[in-house]
């Protein structure tokens, strides 16, 4: 069993920033990366970035591409989210979750965090 804790979430005015962080713990010899995905009011969730725990291979969507920055601490089994330039657009329920391969779709990830509420306000 693995456990996911997200943190840091918020409200923010438009052009600001938040640091999420997601704390794993458990049996996570087999995780190979970590992804971090989002569900807006009345929208699918959906895919934000993905790091890799060996390497830090990281590949995020067009929407987020230069304004997001996935990293880990691998020591602290702890991955984050740097958030700048915030947008409305981005407010959501943001989600951390574990995948056992490279995947960039919900259905890739293996055990999910319980989500941390991003309000953007205009």
């Known amino acids: 069993q693995v456990q996911l804790v997200e943190s840091g979430g918020g409200l923010v005015q438009a052009g600001g920033s938040l640091r999420l962080s997601c704390a794993v713990s458990?049996?996570?010899?087999?995780?190979?990366?970590m992804g971090w995905f989002r569900q807006g009011p009345g929208k699918e969730r959906e895919f934000v970035a993905i790091i890799t725990w060996s390497g830090g291979r990281t590949y995020y969507a067009d929407s987020v591409k230069g304004r997001f920055t996935i990293s880990r601490d691998n020591a602290q089994r702890t991955v984050y989210l740097q958030m700048n330039s915030l947008k409305p657009e981005d407010t959501a329920v943001y989600y951390c979750a574990t995948t056992t391969r490279w995947a960039t779709h919900v259905d890739g990830y293996d055990y999910w965090g319980q989500g941390t509420q991003v309000t953007v306000s205009s």
């Open positions: 458990g049996r996570t010899f087999s995780m190979y990366a």
